[in-house]
């Protein structure tokens, strides 16, 4: 793998997602370097390597760990590939850190969720190497220090950084490099023609789930039991399709709802991010997701009450910086396949 990007694998962000994908890519035989800043997590994986716990079983992966970027840079040289795994409003600062790492041919792939970070990373790297995926069905979480767990198998899709008409977009021989390197590691790989499509796509479901599980705290299994969340996830899928149409995205869902539904289906036991991050008392990525569809409609000329009153009332549950319980930071509740079932709706 390592041999076919020319270079070290860098994880930026290592959170559930980037946890998984820095285990699933060691476990593969890339030569990976983690920059992992929570000293717990970090500890725990320097002491015993990293526990990856999946559909494959329970394995214990070595996984070299640094504090920082140039760190990193400085033991093991630099990266051939960097894949960028914060959350959406630490991607530009990510990115800034990340140079310390990068060469001139060195590809970025960034698996923020939502719209809006990707503009922002680009303006730092440059659009000719960054290339943008979304992380499907890995329903990632971090149980405790050291431990990684992913419900299902997952996969990413990827394509080129839509340029805003300022530069030449993605150089196609990065995203070869980067389908080459990622190919090795056995996550099954879906190259996007399309990636405004693409994030549209994975944005209705996220949308759909992340506001309703967030402002009430449930989990997506018990936000679909419940009529009256039923149908705002519903209302909310679907406002963020009119949207993406409005802004003439070319879509291949056609009921928006139907789509909504079968995703949630698929993933009832899922807490996804935002979820997760106010139970944590943690700034969540509401203004990227719920958000994001509201700052879109209003440059389509239209409105979307339904994820504007979603993005306010999680917003307030920042505030609190507490679950509806009562009770503050509750801890995750573990991986199996029962638990988290949300990938980024994860990360």
């Not at 790492?101 to 730092?124: F, H, W, Y």
């Amino acid at each position: 793998m390592t041999e076919r990007l020319g270079g070290t694998i860098a994880i930026m962000g290592t959170g559930a997602m980037g946890s998984v994908l820095a285990g699933r890519l060691a476990a593969a035989g890339g030569a990976v370097v983690a920059i992992v800043r929570d000293p717990a997590h970090r500890e725990a994986i320097a002491r015993h390597g990293l526990l990856l716990d999946g559909p494959e079983g329970v394995r214990r992966v070595p996984l070299r760990v640094f504090l920082s970027a140039a760190d990193a840079a400085d033991a093991a040289g630099r990266a051939g590939l960097v894949i960028l795994a914060t959350k959406a409003a630490a991607a530009a600062d990510a990115a800034r850190a990340a140079g310390a790492l990068m060469r001139r041919e060195t590809a970025m792939l960034a698996i923020q969720n939502g719209l809006g970070s990707a503009g922002e990373v680009a303006d730092v790297v440059g659009a000719q190497r960054l290339a943008i995926g979304v992380a499907v069905a890995f329903g990632a979480s971090l149980p405790e220090p050291g431990r990684a767990c992913h419900a299902g198998p997952g996969a990413l899709h990827f394509g080129a950084y839509a340029s805003s008409g300022k530069d030449a977009g993605t150089d196609p021989a990065c995203l070869e490099r980067i389908a080459s390197a990622l190919d090795a590691s056995g996550i099954p790989l879906h190259r996007a023609a399309d990636v405004r499509a693409m994030q549209w796509e994975k944005l209705i479901c996220n949308a759909a789930f992340s506001g309703p599980c967030a402002a009430s705290g449930l989990s997506v299994g018990e936000v679909l039991d419940n009529p009256e969340l039923a149908q705002v996830c519903r209302a909310a899928g679907r406002e963020a399709w009119e949207v993406a149409r409005a802004l003439g995205i070319t879509l291949d869902v056609q009921d928006p709802e139907a789509h909504v539904m079968a995703f949630g289906a698929r993933v009832r036991a899922a807490r996804p991010s935002v979820l997760q991050d106010i139970d944590r008392g943690r700034p969540s990525e509401i203004g990227y997701i719920n958000g994001a569809v509201v700052r879109e409609a209003q440059r389509a000329g239209l409105t979307a009450p339904v994820n504007a009153t979603l993005t306010a009332l999680v917003r307030a549950r920042e505030a609190q910086g507490r679950n509806p319980r009562g009770q503050a930071g509750m801890p995750d509740p573990g991986c199996s396949p029962q638990g988290h079932e949300h990938d980024r709706m994860r990360r």
